[in-house]
């Protein structure tokens, strides 16, 4: 089985001359194998996202469980941009795919023509404390901030915008919490650096490149811990908290090969 990764968008639009305000329809961000291909448009489910969005996007939300959770990240008032810039650092990776990687110390990279340096697809958060350096760092490792990424995103790229948009509300966590999703990420970068593969492969610009992979499919059980603390925190449901859990599964942990 081959998986399609086509990252495509049609916009759909009919004039309602007798309609003040305009609805706005999207379905999920489609993933699918070769064999399915000839069903896809019959699957296609829409849901009215009028109400969930949010500047510069459209979520792609098809689902009332969707439209649940992102009510209840909306209620969240503080987000990532409203930390002050400090010394410590969080590291993320801006093209992610099915797993957002985020560390407290920089992954490895070095090429032939610059040496050992910064990959340039590793982007810096700024904090004023560990503390919420390692609150961050979970939360972006999250499979919630995973979910939200596909809806707000272009499914490829990792910005700032997205980043900086995620309601984290720290200024509302209690100590509990806080304390907890500390010592998690911890728990998940120790596991990150245990699985982690130095790779090796050559470009014709930089000439020969070694890096570390990580793979963080062999950390779900910690990014799962990390969800249910997160679910706390923004009172989601077990319904709630499944749906997060389990979205993408198939395609994340690569059980449809």
């Not at 309609?19 to 329809?25: G, M, N």
């Not at 098809?62 to 969240?76: E, F, M, P």
Request: proline residues 2%.
């Amino acid at each position: 089985m081959v998986l399609q990764h086509i990252h495509a968008t049609i916009f759909l639009s009919k004039e309602e001359k007798s309609l003040d305000i305009a609805t706005l329809y999207a379905s999920k961000y489609n993933r699918w194998f070769t064999e399915v291909r000839s069903m896809l448009f019959e699957g296609i489910v829409f849901k009215d996202i009028t109400d969930v969005c949010v500047e510069g996007a459209f979520p792609k939300i098809a689902d009332s469980l969707g439209k649940r959770v992102a009510y209840k990240l909306r209620n969240a008032k503080k987000s990532i941009l409203t930390f002050k810039i400090g010394k410590f650092v969080c590291h993320f990776h801006n093209s992610p795919q099915y797993w957002i990687r985020a560390t407290d110390f920089v992954p490895y990279f070095w090429n032939e023509q610059d040496g050992e340096k910064i990959s340039t697809h590793v982007k810096p958060l700024c904090l004023t404390t560990e503390l919420d350096a390692s609150i961050v760092a979970a939360t972006l490792n999250s499979s919630l901030f995973y979910w939200w990424f596909v809806i707000h995103s272009n499914c490829r790229d990792l910005t700032m915008r997205e980043v900086r948009s995620f309601p984290i509300g720290v200024d509302q966590m209690n100590e509990t919490i806080k304390q907890t999703l500390f010592e998690l990420s911890a728990d998940l970068i120790q596991d990150l650096k245990h699985h982690a593969q130095r790779k090796e492969t050559n470009y014709k610009t930089t000439g020969r490149v070694i890096y570390d992979e990580f793979f963080p499919r062999h950390s779900k059980y910690i990014i799962d811990k990390i969800d249910r603390v997160l679910a706390q925190h923004y009172g989601f449901t077990d319904e709630e908290l499944d749906f997060i859990i389990n979205y993408d599964i198939k395609y994340r942990m690569g059980l449809g090969n």
